[in-house]
């Protein structure tokens, strides 16, 4: 499907320069946004996605930044702009996190960084919850399992290098699934200073504690909390491949 994208010159008028500037911005601060973009390779935004901001629909917009799909070189990626009211004074950081990750194999890949902006690969999918609630029918429980079980490596990759992801429990805003895979989004609050509880999180989020537990054990039955947190438990005092495979037995996948 072709999807229209407009010239980021035109981001110097409202409501575009929303956008560039959110929430609030000088139309100095604009014109300097717009020629770090241009410096960047960027030279158009779609407006497309499931977040509002006014009447433009955009991927998503969080505590540091509002992320759009735009073009670098005629190729579609992610592009997470610095909110001006962001306490994060440029978006070096979180570059540096998401490259610590892409060395597992996990979150979307970097491309580039500047102040203001972040590129990094757009990933084509929806958000669990959304994902979730289209499951119907056969195979909805192997497909299920299928993808938690990506996300719980992916998860357990993260816990080996000792970073903390921050945010992993709210599963519906932090990943992303696409027709072959399922990502884990938005590093803006991870450390590698705290003690990692990926696994830990992850798993209580989508079989102990939340609406999304609930959706799971109807798609297919699995071990009592008892059980979950029995293993989680020892997981949690050693994060061994051996302690993770048992998790991953108990939880049926």
Partial sequence: MEHSFISIKKFVEEPYSKI?????????????????????????????????????AILGKGYVGVVVVAKKNNKEIALKIRRTDSQRKEMKNEAV???IVNSVNVGPKIFDVSKNFLVMEYLEGEKFSDWMDSLKGSGSAKKLKHTIRNILEDCYRLDQIGFDHGE???????????????TLIDFESSSTQRK??????????????SGIAKKAQKIYKNASKEQII???KIYKQEKTRENFEKLLKVLKL
């Fill in 20 to 56: 560039l500037g959110y929430p609030n911005a000088t139309s100095r601060q604009i014109k300097s946004r717009i020629n770090e973009l241009e410096e960047l390779n960027i030279k158009s935004i779609s407006l497309r996605g499931p977040t509002t901001l006014g009447k433009l």
């Fill in 97 to 99: 996190l998401l490259k």
């Fill in 168 to 182: 992993i429990s709210n599963i519906s805003k932090h990943i992303i699934v696409g027709e072959n895979k399922a």
């Fill in 196 to 209: 990692p509880s990926n696994v830990t999180s992850i798993t209580q989020a989508f079989f102990i504690g």
């Fill in 230 to 232: 029995n293993v989680l």
